[in-house]
């Protein structure tokens, strides 16, 4: 944390997350209850991914990747469950479905792209 | 969905999502340079400290978790709901003088009705509490901030979101999205909600029923995150000198509160989801046998502690306030205290006196009346210990004292009426009826509203700086206190009348009493339009308080915390050449000057 001044170190008061956290939940909700593909695949992604930015801020994880990762496993499963809920109703679930699998691929390639271009010292914080 | 629509949203999304990670890399850069900068800290002003933790601009209220911006954002975004919700009801009242529609046709009528209700609770009245309790519990019981600083952020800025998907009704139809706002009143019974024609095509309002669904989950979300930080901040973000034994009455009921929240709002994010997935996913939780009555149970489940997640820190206001102008502290501390704790508990037992017209059993309908009788007692102890402090007390009838009898007067006629409907053959009469409209205003306007006015004004010059107009305060509170009377208690008559609720019609023998409640309303709205322009304009222009004191509380010493801190910020400021105005004058204070009257 020392060698990486984050925001709170500068502005203890402030911090970027959480408008957005606010953001991401009520467009993925939209997304996925009206089944409309691009808002539920953007907000999920806004959502998860300001998740693991606020837990990396606040020190609840020293990396960003445990967080991205775990929000992946959480997406997969969240759309697996899906994908079994549509056998159980005669509404269609399985586009809502492909929309979290959709943020879960989008987000493993952010963390591979992450992994591979992003510098080690800034990457661990 | 057509394809346009898609790659246009598409496009869109991306967009936002490319926006919002180049502006946090900007953030990025911005901390990184930020400390070798300079020019962020303006040395000699007063807002120095401000300037050293938060940036500026826009962008620190954008990005801020202390719990002061946090208390004045939620305070912004309260009153504004309140002017929403207030200008639905002007549109309503102006409509029911007279017998037949005039103005507003039967839908709009039945859509504000219902937007009307949802926004005083969810977005007025939750946040009010909200923006004193950010404010004031961390510097009342001698906290850094709040125990989790970025959760309460989170929890403010799902409010907007909220907001904007509970009223998106009113802007579909212009817009052309093909749903109407929710006609289903704020209880949304089934089987109106669960829509008649099937999934979203119902005709109470479609699509717009569905994200008000969602709008009011994700208020109950925020309130529940607000709740949690409560409670951890009051268990173990106290000062050492601040023990169980002494812990000031509003952070007893915002305690208190915090507690009924965490276990009503839940309850009513689980009923929520199950109507919602009935109206969009197949499920049946509210379509079988007895879904309707399940529906009434667990809405009212919620429904009813809601009350008193409303009232309990208002009392807590009211308690804090009230002595501070009688020149004594609060009597009887530990029964009010107690009495909190009562009814915090028992609230959790009457929500079926909200169903004694359903057909339920008797026997739990009695079980259910009494235990709404007994809440009468710890409501009573209560008023009688407010009472009881002011008698012969050294009263001084500031604009947050009379705010604070106005609230004791009217909590006692809303109380009482409500004795009655709690029990069950007066019940089955005035179910229904405009009395009970009456009594639930008497208490949710003549009492909460009123306790917040009172805090509003009480806090004014700690929040700002400033101080308000005394004489635009006083014609407020009369104009609330006359508004208020009228309004409910034409109600009340009506209701005993027989007029039924929830209509955008009458029968003709019911004119005069509707007139005159549209009369109150207007002298209410009249209040209310000075009520706003005396903040904005004092917030901006309004004499400088100079004094750490300006209720001359030292004199009982009664000086408390949060006005300690005052004016130790005073003092700093004044160190560091604070700006020389001409001194404030209090509301009451002692002398009273003649600028006052400004």
Known sequence: MDENPGLSDQYRKASPWPIFIAL?????????????????????????????????????????????LTMIAILVAFGAALLVADGYTEIGLVTRAYAVFASAIIMSAGLVAGKLFVPKQQASV | MEINAQIALTVFMGVLLVAVAAWLTRIEDWRSYSSTAGGVVSQGERSEYIEQEKP????????????????????????????????????????????????????????????????????FGTPIIAAFSNYLIPLIIGADDM??????????????????????????????????????????????????????????????????????????????????????????????????????IFSWTILTQSGLILFAFPLLGSALLMLLADRNFGTSFFLADGGNLLWQHLFWFFGHPEVYILVLPMMGIVS???????????????????STLAIGVLSFGVWAHHMFATGMDPRLRASFMAVSMAIAIPSAVKTFNWITTLWNGRIRLTTPMLFCIGF????????????????????LVLHDTYYVVGHFHYIVMGAIAFAGFAGIYYWFPLVTGRMYQATLGKAHFWLSFIGTNIT?????????????????????????????????????????????????????????????????????????????????????????????EQNAVTDGGEPIDKSENN
């Open chain 1, 24 to 68: 991401g939940l009520p467009v993925s909700e939209i997304g996925l209850v009206f089944d409309i593909f691009p808002l539920a695949v953007g907000g999920l992604l806004l959502f998860c991914g300001c998740i693991a930015g606020i837990l990396l801020e606040s020190n609840y994880a020293k990396t960003l990747w445990g967080p991205v």
């Open chain 2, 320 to 338: 804090y306030v009230l002595p501070r102008f009688a020149g004594r502290k609060l009597f009887g501390f530990k029964f009010v205290v107690y």
């Open chain 2, 147 to 248: 125990a989790f600083p970025r959760i309460n952020a989170i929890a403010f800025w799902l409010l907007p979101p909220s907001a904007l998907m509970i009223w998106a009704g009113f802007f579909a139809g212009p817009l052309g999205l093909g749903f109407e706002a929710p006609q289903t009143a704020w209880t949304l019974y089934t089987p109106l909600s669960t829509g008649s024609a099937g999934g979203s095509l119902d005709p109470a309002g479609g699509a717009g029923i569905d994200l008000m669904l969602l709008g009011l989950h994700l208020s109950g979300v925020a309130a529940t995150m607000g709740a949690i930080n409560f409670i951890a901040t009051i268990f173990t973000q106290r000062d050492e000198n601040v023990t169980w034994a002494n812990l000031d």
């Open chain 2, 56 to 123: 500026a601009g826009l962008i620190r209220w954008l990005t801020t978790v202390d719990h002061k911006d946090i208390g004045i954002l939620y305070g912004i975004y309260g009153l504004t709901a309140f002017a929403v919700g207030g200008l639905m009801v002007v549109l309503m009242r102006v409509e029911l003088a007279t017998p037949s529609t005039t103005l507003v046709g039967p839908a709009l009528y039945n859509s504000l009705m219902t937007s009307h209700g949802i926004t005083m609770l969810f977005l």
């Open chain 2, 408 to 427: 004791v007067s009217n909590f006692i006629i809303g109380g009482v009426t409500g004795v009655f409907l709690a029990s069950i053959p007066v019940d």
């Open chain 2, 488 to 580: 409910f208690f034409a109600m009340i008559l009506l209701g005993y009348g027989g007029m039924p609720r929830r209509y955008a019609t009458y029968l003709p023998q019911f004119t005069s009493l509707n007139v005159i409640a549209t009369v109150g309303a207007m002298i209410l709205f009249v209040g209310q339009i000075i009520f706003v322009w005396n903040l904005v304009n004092s917030w901006y222009a309004g004499k400088r308080v100079e004094s750490g004191d300006p209720w001359d509380l030292k004199r009982d010493g009664v000086h408390t915390v949060e006005w300690q801190w005052f004016d130790r910020k005073i003092e700093t400021a004044i160190t560091d050449g604070g700006e020389e």
